[in-house]
């Protein structure tokens, strides 16, 4: 390519040299030469067309890394809130503390929060069946809430988690005994964007 | 013989003398406690009603069906309200049923000791009937109230009897066509978009006695916590068909769907609470970041909030008058009932109580607020009686008692109630007798009582 265009810039010099020797005789051969200039300008805009690929193949070499490393982010937004990576924090009766264990999880999510920058979650809160309808709604609101606080004091961005409450609508648990209540009190991760 | 006769007849004469004539209001409407006392005492102000079944004017089947549907709707209105006493209607066998309004046999009726006897006629004409309905009395074979009513539908004509023979004999408005509220899960559909399996619930209507079950919203979604608007037109109720929780109001004859909180991007809304007029809207947002009580105009417009404070602030009612609003708030640690003015002055704390929810003030004449109390593992029904500074407690302990509302009356509550296995609406007088279970499908919750 670079001798392509050295040698199209030899030939026009000769050209032109010959043409200014030529234009002492006649005018008319001068017009005839003059397109080389052209080219030597195509030389230079033509390895623009093959820039537009490139950024195309940027992104498709970026990916592949992660893939290689885990099989998270090859997951659809489906499997990932199925098996998901993000664990529910739970929460003790009409409390919306954070435990050790339940910072414990939320430090894991933040990890895996920075690992895929580009995750946005949306943080539901629920309750257990003990309160009323209408209160609990405000609890698990709560609850999504102070996870959220918690996710953003340990740098994730907040615009990368939404909150949502159910109150008691949805039990991960329909149990009515200790055990079934303990795993309906919760802040649940979904996956909304990856 | 002639003593017990002579006795007999001074007692009708003394109930009768009083009851066609109505005149003099009697103060039992406003103070049921006092109607039960009369119904059971012998003191006898309750007059003794008679409701055999209608007379069917044509023998085919269907009329003969009609005629006595309307006679057991009727009688089942009429006794909801315990304003009368009734003759029950096992006894009726003994006596020759009438054929018209001529040959009704007033002896026998005087001796099953009746004062009041209702007697109607059914003649179906094409798609609607033709009922005429007459009060009498049966000691004058008078008839002291007479309506004809026209319609396709005979349960609303027996409910329309029932109201109109409160109003014109008691002077008390009956809620024989009222209608309650409430949501399902009943159709068992699942939500859509979520991964773990979820129900979604919709919002349902029916007539006051559980009849006429009907679903509002298609919303595939949750749609929870209906409120009839007093116009009985639309429904408002918290909904999350826009991911988040919003207020939404459907308008059920029109058949269209408004959005009051549309402009609401950041924070949930939940629990509208029309006010007594229909024009505004209190509910709860976390617009602000936390759960407090705002007022709306019914389009959307002129929010305001009306609370400041950390805690929870949720569940509004409004005042009978709309000057103020009634609702719970954990800002003492757990929640309890408040009340604050519809302008956001004059902070009240109304319970002291382990947990206190869903308060729902009552309409005129009384003045109180019902509300669901921690009781032991569940809640029950309590009922603050706002000038007496008193509660009283209507459920104890028959499963978990929750979402109490009053009919128009004052007179009833509905709620719901695990007493029966799953969860399902029930009404209750406001004495807490006259318990009747309304839904049988499903798991229901947060009913309204409409205007």
Redesign the interface.
Same mark, same amino acid.
């Given at each position: 390519m670079m001798t392509a265009a050295r040698r199209g810039f030899l030939m026009m010099a000769l050209v032109s040299s010959m043409a200014v020797l030529a234009c002492a005789k006649k005018a008319a051969p001068v017009a005839r030469p003059m397109p080389p200039p052209a080219p030597t300008t195509t030389p230079t805009t033509a390895p623009r067309p093959p820039a537009p690929p490139e950024p195309v193949a940027a992104p498709t070499v970026v990916p592949p890394e992660p893939v290689r490393e885990d099989a998270i982010t090859s997951a659809s937004l489906d499997d990932l809130n199925r098996n998901s990576p993000l664990k529910p924090v739970f929460f003790a009766l009409d409390s919306d503390v954070l435990s050790a264990e339940a910072q414990k999880a939320l430090d894991d999510a933040a990890a895996l929060l920075k690992r895929y920058p580009s995750w946005a979650v949306t943080l539901e809160g629920h309750c257990d069946e003990r309160g009323t309808a209408e209160y609990n709604l405000a609890l698990g609101e709560r609850r999504a809430v102070a996870a959220r606080a918690y996710l953003v004091s340990v740098g994730i961005p907040a615009d990368r988690l939404r909150t949502v409450s159910y109150g008691k609508e949805f039990p991960f648990d329909p149990g009515h005994d200790d055990a079934a209540w303990a795993k309906n009190r919760r802040a649940h991760f979904v996956v909304t964007a990856k | 013989m002639t003593k017990t006769f002579f006795t007999a007849g001074a007692f009708a004469i003394g109930v009768l003398a009083a009851w066609p004539h109505a005149q003099q209001p009697p103060a039992a409407p406003q103070q049921p406690t006092d109607v039960v006392t009369t119904i059971t005492s012998d003191g006898g102000a309750a007059p003794r009603l008679a409701v055999p079944d209608f007379i069917a004017l044509t023998k085919d089947a269907e009329t003969v069906a009609i005629a006595k549907q309307i006679g057991q709707v009727l009688w089942d209105d009429l006794a909801f309200e315990k304003e009368f006493a009734f003759i029950p209607r096992d006894t009726y066998g003994s006596i020759p049923p009438a054929t018209s309004f001529a040959d009704v046999p007033f002896d026998r009726w005087r001796e099953l000791n009746a004062d009041g006897l209702i007697v109607g006629t059914v003649q179906k004409t094409g798609a609607t009937i033709k009922v005429e309905m007459r009060l009498y009395i049966v000691r004058t074979r008078v008839s002291s109230f007479g309506r004809e009513y026209t319609s396709a539908n005979a349960r609303l004509v027996a409910h329309t009897i029932s109201d109109e023979i409160h109003k014109s004999q008691r002077a008390l408005n009956g809620v024989a066509r009222t209608k309650l509220t409430f949501d399902s899960d009943r159709d068992g559909e699942r939500m859509g978009g @979520?991964?773990?399996s979820?129900g979604v619930?919709e919002i349902y209507t029916s007539d006051y006695d559980g009849e006429n079950q009907r679903r509002i919203t298609v919303g595939r979604t $949750?749609n929870? !916590?209906p409120r009839w608007s007093p116009d009985v037109r639309s429904i408002a109720y918290?909904s999350?068909r826009r991911?988040? !929780?919003h207020i939404f109001i459907s308008n059920i004859f029109a058949g269209t769907l408004d959005e009051v909180t549309q402009g609401s991007t950041s924070g949930?809304n939940? $629990?509208p609470a029309w006010s007594p007029d229909g024009t505004r809207i209190a509910f709860?947002s976390?617009r602000d970041g936390?759960?407090e009580i705002y007022i709306t105009n019914r389009d959307g417009s002129n929010v305001r909030r009306l609370t400041i404070h950390p805690g929870?602030d949720? @569940?509004p009612t409004w005042s009978p008058s709309g000057t103020q609003i009634a609702f719970?708030s954990?800002r003492s640690g757990s929640?309890q009932i408040y009340i604050i003015g519809a302008d956001g002055l004059g902070l009240v704390r109304k319970t002291s109580e382990s947990?206190c929810?869903?308060p729902t003030w009552s309409p005129a004449p009384y003045n109180e607020i019902a509300y !669901?109390s921690r009781s032991g593992?569940?809640?029950d029904i309590r009922i603050l009686d706002m000038a007496a500074g008193q509660t009283r407690t209507l459920t104890f302990g028959e499963g978990t008692n929750?979402?109490p509302a009053f009919s128009p009356n004052g007179r009833h509550l509905v709620f719901t109630s695990t007493r029966a296995g799953k969860t399902h609406v029930f009404t209750i007088g406001r004495d807490g007798k006259n318990v009747r279970q309304i839904t049988r499908a499903g798991n229901n919750?947060?009913p309204d009582w409409s205007r």
């Open positions: - | @979520t991964v773990e979820r619930k $949750l929870i !916590a918290t999350y991911g988040g !929780a949930e939940w $629990l709860t976390t936390n759960p929870i949720i @569940t719970t954990d929640p947990y929810d869903r !669901a593992p569940g809640f929750e979402s919750y947060e």
